[in-house]
């Protein structure tokens, strides 16, 4: 038997768009987006969208609230960042991450396109801040 799960359900009114496997539903807020972002087990940046952005690493700001699951994020100043579900998410461009475990992980993002790290007032890039998190 199958039980409804409203944080996978389809979105009405949302923009959906589905890449390398990764499900994003996006609103609209104003100026900002408001993505629900479905990573599925065994997904991983490097591995799967890497290849369709040419970028070595995730040069996206995220912020947001990760409702479900596990990810693991590694910098290139080698810093390594764990988060998991219920927890609120920062994480600065220049990172690969996958999903830990068995389950989706499932971020609620918040985003201003290209102007996220400024609109947000979030660092360019990673600075190792651990205690703040």
Known sequence: MSTFDPLLAPMDGAEH??????QIDVGRAGNAR?????????????????????TDLCMHA?????ARGRIH?????GCIVEFNAP?????????DGWVVGT??????E??????????????GSHKDNEGSR
């Open 103 to 108: 389950e989706p992980a499932v971020l609620i």
């Open 34 to 54: 408001v993505k629900r972002v479905i990573y599925p087990p065994g997904f991983r940046w490097s591995t799967h969208i890497k290849p369709i952005v040419g």
């Open 87 to 95: 927890q609120v998410v920062v994480i600065e461009p220049g990172h």
């Open 17 to 22: 768009q589905q890449i390398a496997g990764v």
């Open 62 to 66: 995220h912020a947001g609230f990760l």
């Open 110 to 123: 918040f985003d201003f396109g290209n102007d996220t790290v400024s609109s947000m007032g979030l660092a």
């Open 73 to 77: 994020m590694e910098f290139a100043d």
